[in-house]
């Protein structure tokens, strides 16, 4: 396997050669603008573009300046396509994104059929990478093993076998709550009920009626940090003191700020947290000296630029057979450590773990 090493961990001097350079590279980074997940789009765009003036300051991949374009495809899968056929269109080399998997999964069609690589920073549903497309990568993981995790952890820490699952519908929400159930019944443990919740509403005190009623152990909720701390919050405020437990998708600075002093002690899974990693500690000075806490996906984002430059310097290309050689073989130092792919492009380096929110912040528990 080629390793290959980081030219902006430390960005150099922008040499003679760069700065005569006039090819560009278009590369796109997409999710939703606007709405309850665009604090999840920032990180996203943060990491993409911290990473791409770093390289571009670096004399660029292959000598040739980084061109960043950012789209807004909402989330939604038509969108999203519609997003993937304009960025085919513009002669784009890469995406970062997109943000949400349903709108990943029929946007990855396009990018394939133009030769477009995805690395993608977010998407966790396992269909992404499980269809076989040729062209498709990412540095996040997969919700299947996500929920082996949690289930792992629920059992190991002996929170209760009175289970409680519920889901936002999506298809990351419902994915996991699926996976999540699976995993409890394979350890012989039959959730006490499995409910649903809409996206964007504001007042669950149906379902929290229903769910104090049931006097649960624990609450596993499988969505998003909006959702996450309304549930978490009106339950507090009902009585509730079962433990509950969330997935990377309230890996947000919004959920405290939506759940109040009911996020203490929410728990999560997110993959380990790059900021810890003392090998990152430049490039995380970096972002914060910009103003900006390089939490969730920004550095996932940042790991997965890492991972085209250094792809594109070995295959001496940005597309084509060559470039999804070098991605598919290569390894690569990056902010998230040492990275590289299995053959459906996952990361062989995507282990989950747990975390514990007290106040604005999120500590991983041993």
């Not at 929290?208 to 909720?221: G, I, N, R, S, W």
Request: glycine share 10%.
């Amino acid at each position: 396997m080629l390793k290959i090493a980081s030219r902006i961990m430390l960005a150099g001097t922008v040499s003679a050669t760069a700065m005569a350079a006039q090819a560009e590279v278009i590369v796109g980074v997409v999710g939703p603008m606007t709405g309850q997940y665009a604090s999840f789009f920032e990180q996203l765009t943060n990491g993409a573009k911290v990473a791409v003036e770093r390289i571009n300051a670096d004399g660029g991949v292959n000598g040739e300046q980084l061109v960043l374009q950012i789209e807004d495809d909402a989330c939604d899968p038509k969108q999203a396509v519609a997003v993937a056929n304009k960025l085919a269109a513009a002669g784009a080399q890469a995406v970062f994104g997109h943000f949400c998997s349903a709108a990943s999964i029929p946007a990855s069609d396009i990018y394939d059929e133009s030769g477009i690589v995805m690395i993608n920073p977010a998407a966790t549903s396992p269909m992404l990478t499980e269809r076989g497309v040729p062209t498709v990568f990412r540095t996040a993981g997969r919700d299947d093993k996500q929920a082996l995790v949690i289930a792992d952890e629920i059992v190991r820490r002996k929170l209760g076998e009175r289970i409680a699952i519920v889901h936002d519908k999506s298809t990351h929400g419902l994915g996991i709550a699926e996976g999540v159930k699976a995993a409890l019944n394979e350890k012989g443990i039959q959730e006490i009920s499995f409910d649903s919740l809409t996206a964007g509403e504001k007042d669950f005190s149906t379902l929290v009626t229903t769910l104090k009623a049931q006097d649960p152990d624990v609450v596993y909720f499988g969505g998003y940090f909006a959702e996450a701390g309304l549930l978490v919050r009106q339950a507090r405020e009902a009585g509730m003191t079962a433990t509950f437990i969330g997935d990377d998708g309230v890996a947000s600075s919004e959920f405290p700020s939506i759940a109040g002093k009911a996020a203490d002690g929410f728990l999560m899974t997110f993959p380990p947290d790059p900021r810890q990693n003392p090998a990152s500690a430049e490039t995380v000075a970096a972002f914060r000296e910009k103003g900006i806490e390089p939490e969730g996906y920004t550095l996932y984002t940042y790991a997965a630029v890492e991972v085209f430059d250094q792809a594109a310097e070995a295959a001496g290309a940005t597309s084509g057979p060559a470039m999804v050689d070098a991605l598919r073989d290569g390894s690569f130092d990056t902010v998230m450590g040492t990275l590289d792919f299995d053959e459906k492009g996952d990361s062989s380096t995507e282990p989950f773990i747990l975390y514990k929110w007290e106040g604005a912040t999120y500590t991983p528990l041993p």
